[in-house]
């Protein structure tokens, strides 16, 4: 059974940064795509970052642009999101996601002003 974990959520100051992490087990998952959507109070769940396998190719959603990182270390199939200059707006529950068919629990990322 496929089980996504991730970890790195909290509470930070805007303009800070974070590190949200997303450990897949229970499966293959060479030749998968994973990512980062999230969800805040109210809004519906938005693109954050996607990657492939390799880590070749990577794209984001307009929020991320230019902030955010994603990074995959597939060996260990763990997927990361590197969230920087945070903004209050980024306040979200952060979800991974393989091929957006398996989730992770989310994690929460709390940004005050």
């Known amino acids: 059974q496929v089980q996504l974990v991730e970890s790195g959520g909290g509470q930070v100051q805007a303009g800070g940064s974070l590190r949200l992490s997303c450990a897949a087990s229970?499966?293959?998952?060479?030749?998968?795509?994973m990512g980062w959507f999230r969800q805040a109070p109210g809004k519906e769940r938005e693109f954050v970052a996607g990657?492939?396998?390799?880590?070749?190719?990577?794209n984001y959603g307009d929020s991320a642009k230019g902030r955010f990182i994603v990074s995959i270390d597939s060996p260990k199939n763990t997927v990361h999101l590197h969230l920087n200059t945070l903004k209050p707006e980024d306040t979200a529950v952060y979800y991974c996601?393989?091929?957006?068919?398996?989730w992770g629990q989310g994690t929460q990322v709390t940004v005050s002003s």
């Open positions: 996601t393989v091929n957006a068919r398996y």
């Open positions: 229970g499966g293959t998952f060479r030749n998968f795509a």
């Open positions: 990657i492939n396998w390799s880590g070749s190719t990577s």
